[in-house]
């Protein structure tokens, strides 16, 4: 599967961005989708990740309650929808399938990468 991440931009602090995660290849339907970010000069973190279904979501917690993660199956595209953005959140953003179907922040469970989305959160 291919994964193709966008909407990733600048952004002042307390301001929103949505990012999308389109798929081709394969279905969403049965993948658990994963979003991770990495910051220059940290090692990559876990952000959020959907279950096949959409019944299970688990967040990092410094982003729960400001960050959704949302797929729609229809159109084989999952999002992350982020507000209330910290300059903290300044990242490259990636997205991530697991074929299994699960919703887990284990990165070594994503078998297919999308390339990063930059976002940049300014003061």
């Known amino acids: 599967v291919q994964l193709q991440a966008s909407g990733g931009g600048t952004v002042q602090a307390g301001g929103s961005l949505r990012l999308s995660c389109a798929a081709s290849?394969?279905?969403?339907?049965?993948?658990?989708v994963g979003w991770f970010r990495q910051a220059p000069g940290k090692e990559r973190e876990f952000v959020a990740a959907i279950s096949w279904s959409g019944g299970t979501t688990y967040y990092a917690d410094s982003v729960k309650g400001r960050f959704t993660i949302s797929k729609d199956n229809a159109k084989n595209t999952a999002y992350l929808q982020m507000n209330s953005l910290k300059p903290e959140d300044t990242a490259n953003y990636y997205c991530?399938?697991?074929?299994?179907?699960?919703?887990?922040?284990?990165?070594?469970?994503?078998?297919?990468w999308g390339q990063g989305t930059l976002v940049t959160v300014s003061s």
């Open positions: 290849g394969r279905t969403l339907c049965t993948t658990g």
């Open positions: 991530a399938a697991e074929p299994l179907g699960g919703a887990t922040m284990a990165p070594e469970r994503y078998d297919y």
